[in-house]
């Protein structure tokens, strides 16, 4: 049997799906973050050269792939809003970007936590922090350029160009240690070779599975919000069991 | 009423611009002496000691280019849009995108082109000789257009809202920076001796980008401004 997987674009039918799903990915983002960290602190072998202080990998490399990742599916949400004139799409953008914003302030406080022993600097003006730094900027600015409209339509097509726009620094971000011989250091797992003890990469792994989990998880409950939010007018709304919270915010 | 052939519509739009600048001199002076006094105030403040100011120069006039590109970014769009020009300009049965190159063409030579002409003037009073001052020059020369071409993005996003000349500043800031890394990195590298070939090459690739994907960028964002 088909599935019209076009009934859940509409908000009506998402809201339960959503808030049916929320459980699953939380339960699944707690259990892989605990054992990607157990894995990561007692498991996995102490580095030869950098000592344990390089154990922040496991929650910094991830936090970076998140950031640069949730902003390339935010802006293909915001992609196709624009394309199908969809409202949910730019909803979807709307849920995702503080988590993206989120992950991107971790990776940059995870790396200054790193640097400082390594490097024994918390900051450098290396081409990857600095384009890091600016994707960090780029989803302030998309948030504040959407809170600044007062009407949704324009709000939701303006901050989809601007998401658009920024999509030319993630390949800046990616390539930037290949492209720039600055002080951070090459990818050590990419996707056919790695460099790292099977264990460092299972951590590793599991994190990025865990994250992934929690910004489900975490975007699925912001949509609600949103969907809430918007729609306070149909009656279907007024039944929904997270109404009573929405009013209360 | 015949329509106006493609060359005929952006001659206009640019002309129409350029005259109405004219007809405001006082305003193009504003942004020449904003540039003069924001790089005269570095001195003052860091001290004049020839070696450092050698050193912060480059970068702080390429700073100074982007402070006047991005306060001059308020005129670019907002008076066409109070008096309804820009919807008249909306219903050109041209692309708006190339209408908008016309727009920011002429809003280069307004603001950016007077930094460009009085950089080496600036450049002196920072002790950068000879070579430098020709690439501190030649990269301005190709890289203040695209900052006109990033700004009109944001200007247009921002039309019409309260407080806009802040977020503007947000919004665009952060993408001007790799313009600015190469730049004044241009200039660094010529006062360095090892040639500025790849900066000013990264200057040119920026600029081709930014001439293609801005304008259509930023007639997508009027025509959102204008719903």
């Excluded at chain 1, 936090?63 to 640069?68: C, D, E, G, V």
């Excluded at chain 1, 640097?115 to 600015?141: C, H, M, N």
């Amino acid at each position: 049997m088909a599935i019209n997987w076009f009934k859940y674009s509409s908000p009506q039918a998402f809201l339960p799906l959503a808030g049916r799903m929320i459980p699953w990915f939380s339960v699944a983002a707690l259990a892989s973050i605990c054992v990607g960290l157990y894995i990561g602190f007692f498991v996995a072998p102490t580095d030869f050269q950098q000592g344990d202080s390089y154990r922040i990998i496991f929650v910094h490399v991830p936090a970076a792939w998140m950031s640069m990742f949730l902003y390339v599916v935010m802006a293909i949400w915001a992609g196709l809003g624009l394309g199908l004139n969809a409202r949910p799409s730019f909803m979807m953008a709307q849920a995702i970007a503080p988590t993206g914003a989120m992950f991107t302030f971790l990776a940059l406080l995870t790396g200054a936590m790193w640097g400082k022993p390594t490097w024994g600097a918390w900051w450098v003006w290396d081409a990857r922090l600095t384009s890091e730094l600016i994707l960090l900027f780029q989803y302030i600015g998309i948030i504040l350029l959407r809170a600044s409209i007062d009407d949704l339509r324009r709000a939701d097509r303006a901050s989809a160009v601007l998401a658009l726009v920024g999509v030319v620094n993630v390949p800046i971000i990616y390539f930037s240690v290949k492209w720039w011989n600055t002080l951070h250091q090459g990818a050590s797992v990419t996707m056919t070779e790695s460099k790292m003890a099977t264990p460092m990469v299972a951590a590793m792994l599991i994190m990025m599975l865990g994250f992934w989990m929690y910004s489900f998880a975490v975007t699925l409950a912001r949509m609600r919000c949103v969907i809430l939010d918007r729609e306070r007018q149909p009656s279907w709304s007024k039944h929904s069991s997270i109404h009573e919270v929405v009013e209360a915010r | 009423m015949s329509q106006p052939s493609l060359s005929e519509a952006l001659c206009g739009v640019v002309r129409r611009d350029l005259l109405l600048a004219m007809r405001h001199r006082s305003d193009v002076a504003m942004s020449i002496f904003f540039v003069v006094i924001v790089a005269s105030l570095f001195p003052l403040g860091v001290g004049p000691e020839a070696a450092v100011l050698r050193m912060i120069g480059p970068g702080v006039l390429w700073v100074t280019a982007l402070l006047a590109c991005l306060l001059s970014l308020g005129r670019l769009f907002t008076a066409d849009y109070l008096d309804g020009v820009l919807e008249q300009t909306a219903l050109i049965p041209q692309s708006l995108a190339v209408l908008v190159i016309g727009k920011v063409f002429a809003h280069w030579v307004i603001s950016g082109l007077p930094v460009v002409l009085l950089s080496p003037l600036l450049g002196l009073q920072f002790g950068l000789g000879g070579d430098s001052l020709g690439v501190l020059t030649l990269s301005l020369l190709l890289g203040t257009p695209t900052l006109s071409m990033i700004g009109g993005i944001g200007a247009a996003l921002t039309l019409g809202l309260r407080g806009s000349g802040l977020l503007v500043a947000l919004l665009v800031l952060p993408l001007f920076v790799p313009v600015l890394i190469f730049g004044a990195g241009a200039v660094t590298s010529s006062m360095a001796g090892i040639g500025s070939e790849a900066n000013l090459s990264l200057l040119g690739a920026c600029f081709m980008l930014s001439l293609a994907f801005a304008p259509w960028a930023t007639a997508v964002a009027l025509r959102i401004a204008l719903e």
